[in-house]
């Protein structure tokens, strides 16, 4: 069972629109960490956030949002006045306390296209 | 340079053949993981290594895969009698901590195609 899902494959919006990709997750351990990388066509992962399974609290980076609600097991992404720059796969994943730290469960990916 | 090196950037090979991927992680980290991206299967991890040793080796998918990390720095992952299903592009990931629980630094990636 895929333990992290990115229901969304492909998103496009056009530049200053608002923009939310979705996260689920599924896991039996208490403790955990949720992360979100962004893939731009380099192939370079780049780190954006992580959160642990204790911390609730909602973050705000710039333009960059992130909901994580324990009670749906989701840790939704949202990019506020978006950008062609932020055009990239984005992926969630999830790193279990009860395996290997930094073994990440990555969900599929969400390709993001920003229009000018 | 300072983030995590790869190489080579890209490699085809032809089936049978053995290739090996080189991955140079950030000065100092003691963590390094390798990963596989492709288009059927996502992103899976592979294999991880603390200093020289790697206590979780469960992602590896066949016995023609293996790595080794010396000096607890470079990894070399290699791929013996390579099959079409190989193909993929090969990521190293390195971390400053124990087991990772901070932030993965990846490198760019290998990208392999056995033809």
């Known amino acids: 069972a895929q333990k992290v899902t990115q229901a969304q494959t492909e998103i496009s919006v056009v530049e200053k629109e608002d923009v939310t990709l979705d996260c689920v997750y599924e896991t039996r351990d208490t403790t955990y960490y949720l992360f979100w990388y962004k893939q731009p066509p380099s192939g370079e992962l780049v780190f954006l956030i992580r959160?642990?399974?204790?911390?609730?609290q909602n973050e705000i980076s710039g333009r960059y949002s992130w909901n994580f609600q324990k009670s749906t097991s989701s840790f939704n992404f949202t990019i506020t006045a978006s950008q062609v720059v932020d055009s990239a796969v984005y992926f969630c994943?999830?790193?279990?306390?009860?395996?290997?730290?930094?073994?990440?469960?990555f969900g599929r990916g969400t390709q993001l296209t920003v229009w000018p | 340079g300072a983030g995590v090196s790869q190489s080579p950037s890209n490699k085809v090979t032809e089936k049978g053949k053995d290739v090996e991927l080189r991955c140079d992680p950030i000065?100092?980290?003691?963590?390094l993981y390798w990963y596989r991206q492709s288009l059927g299967q996502g992103l899976e991890f592979l294999i991880y290594?603390?200093?020289?040793?790697?206590?979780?080796k469960s992602g590896l998918p066949s016995d023609r895969f293996s790595a080794e990390r010396t000096g607890g720095s470079v990894s070399t992952l290699t791929i013996q009698r390579t099959q079409q299903e190989d193909s993929a592009v090969y990521l190293c990931a390195s971390s400053a901590r124990q087991g990772g629980t901070g932030e993965l630094f990846f490198g760019e990636g290998s990208r392999l195609t056995v033809l």
């Open positions: 000065s100092g980290h003691t963590a």
């Open positions: 959160r642990n399974s204790f911390d609730e």
């Open positions: 290594f603390q200093g020289n040793s790697a206590p979780d």
């Open positions: 994943a999830l790193s279990e306390i009860g395996s290997t730290l930094g073994r990440l469960y």
